[in-house]
């Protein structure tokens, strides 16, 4: 059974660009969050969606959207890069919002 | 404000030898505990975790013990292996959900052969 599958693997954007990250979970999981991993942070959640609903939000400022299709594959989007946003963005399957998740590898974002 | 603390950022250890890598957390309505492990170049993977109801969960070479009152959780390894090196993630839940879970910075575990 395939993993989460997450693209692009790497990035390099510039500061007041937009980026697009893309997340395909395990078959039949319906819950997908992502979170931001920066050195000495740890990982932040940003958002989790069910059912292509967000669910629930982190404390992340409206530069940072996302979106789940009727598939459960996801998408997140970082509008007006700052050079703060350089962090690795991981994305978790489960089967419910009350599951095990299970990650993908991450999109390495670097902004210059 | 950091709810889930994990202090020590590095840790080497020998093979052979038992490595402990401790977790503090500041909540007391955090009611289950889990570590995750992180390759490079991989994404985390849920290793072992112990509900609030218990104080010690056993899984092969990997224990976790949790001590309430002090609000910290410790993950035992023995005997350390070279495959162990990685960097563990401690997380604490109060409920469900992925806002539910806070994790810790990350301590990165190096075994010396």
């Known amino acids: 059974k395939a993993g989460v599958t997450q693209t692009p693997r790497y990035l390099i954007k510039t500061r007041g660009q937009q980026v697009t990250l893309s997340c395909s979970p395990i078959?039949?999981?319906?819950?997908v969050s992502w979170y931001q991993q920066t050195p000495g942070q740890g990982l932040q959640f940003l958002f989790e969606?069910?059912?292509?609903?967000?669910?629930n939000k982190g404390n992340f400022p409206g530069r940072f959207s996302g979106r789940q299709f009727s598939n459960s594959r996801s998408e997140m989007n970082v509008s007006t890069l700052e050079l703060g946003d350089s962090a690795l963005y991981l994305c978790?399957?489960?089967?419910?919002?009350?599951?095990?998740?299970?990650f993908g590898e991450g999109s390495r974002l670097t902004v210059l | 404000d950091q709810q889930v603390k994990q202090n020590s950022p590095s840790l080497s250890v020998q093979e052979g030898r038992i490595s402990i890598l401790n977790c503090d957390y500041t909540?007391?309505?955090?009611?289950?505990f889990l570590w995750y492990k992180k390759y490079p170049a991989e994404g985390p993977t849920f290793l072992i975790s112990?509900?609030?109801?218990?104080d010690k969960n056993e899984d092969g070479r990997f224990t976790v013990f949790l001590n309430k009152s002090a609000k910290h959780l410790s993950l035992h390894i023995v005997p350390s292996q070279p495959g162990d090196s990685a960097v563990y993630f401690c997380?604490?839940?109060?409920?469900?959900?992925?806002?539910?879970?806070?994790f810790g910075t990350g301590t990165r575990l190096t075994v010396i052969p």
């Open positions: 978790a399957s489960s089967q419910s919002l009350t599951g095990e998740l299970f």
């Open positions: 078959s039949g999981h319906r819950s």
């Open positions: 969606y069910f059912s292509e609903t967000q669910r």
């Open positions: 909540n007391s309505m955090f009611d289950y």
């Open positions: 112990i509900s609030s109801i218990k």
């Open positions: 997380a604490a839940s109060r409920g469900t959900g992925a806002n539910n879970l806070f």
